[in-house]
């Protein structure tokens, strides 16, 4: 697996904003908070501590989360600040 590229805080939730808007019933998310994650024995190095689904379906942006969490901490490492 090719090593993960670095991302900011503020990159890392525009694109989880960004990916939960588009799936239809979230498309109203107002905001999602990312954190570093040091436990050395996940493979992550961030996660979502908490997400606002404004007038979307609290459920469905749940389920639309996990997926593109677990998909984009495949792909991006948290910069160190």
């Known amino acids: 697996m090719p090593d993960k590229s670095p991302?900011?805080?503020?990159?890392l939730e525009a694109l989880l904003l960004a990916e939960l808007r588009a799936v239809s019933?979230?498309?109203?998310v107002v905001h999602v908070?990312?954190?570093?994650?040091?436990d050395y024995?996940?493979?992550a190095t961030w996660e979502v501590?908490?997400?606002n689904p404004g007038t979307s379906a609290?459920?469905?942006c749940e389920r639309?989360?996990?997926?593109?969490?677990?998909?984009?901490q495949q792909h991006f490492d948290i910069a160190p600040t």
């Open 7 to 11: 991302k900011t805080k503020a990159e």
């Open 25 to 28: 019933q979230c498309n109203g």
């Open 33 to 38: 908070t990312v954190v570093p994650y040091d």
């Open 41 to 43: 024995r996940a493979p």
């Open 49 to 51: 501590a908490s997400c």
């Open 58 to 60: 609290p459920e469905a």
């Open 64 to 72: 639309a989360l996990c997926e593109i969490v677990c998909r984009l």
